[in-house]
Nanobody, 130 residues
Framework: QVQLVESGGGSVQAGGSLRLSCAAS????????MGWFRQAPGKQREGVAA?????????ADSVKGRFTISRDSANAKNTVYLQMNSLHPEDTAMYYC??????????????????????WGQGTEVTVSS
């Protein structure tokens, strides 16, 4: 099982920025697709952004132009980042990192879908106040 550890959550005011990090315990086929998801109280978990081993990125419409996902796989590291700018109160949620094996036939929608992913972190909380 892949271990994923998130960090970087916190409280910010609307319009502010946060950078989330997710450190994976391995850099293998099991982590060649990694994503960020979020879940607000009383709501379903939703995909925010994903990045393939090729560097191809995928974003939910609600965060396009504000969030950027990136990945550092150099020197046996495998860390994924989520830079969040222009934060809105509706971005408040628990943010989770996830990993899975990417398959070539996966659609962008599948790559942002929670059931696609096999391994999950414990989450880091983001609170945006107005």
């Amino acid at each position: 099982q892949v271990q994923l550890v998130e960090s970087g959550g916190g409280s910010v005011q609307a319009g502010g920025s946060l950078r989330l990090s997710c450190a994976a315990s391995e850099n293998t086929y099991r982590t060649n697709l990694m994503g960020w998801f979020r879940q607000a109280p009383g709501k379903q978990r939703e995909g925010v952004a994903a990045i393939a081993g090729t560097g191809t990125t995928y974003y939910a419409d609600s965060v396009k132009g504000r969030f950027t996902i990136s990945r550092d796989s150099a020197n046996a590291k495998n860390t994924v980042y989520l830079q969040m700018n222009s934060l809105h109160p509706e971005d408040t949620a628990m943010y989770y990192c996830a990993a899975t094996r990417a398959l070539s036939w996966m659609t962008p929608t599948q790559r942002l879908s929670a059931p696609t992913y096999n391994d999950w972190g414990q989450g880091t909380e983001v609170t945006v106040s107005s």
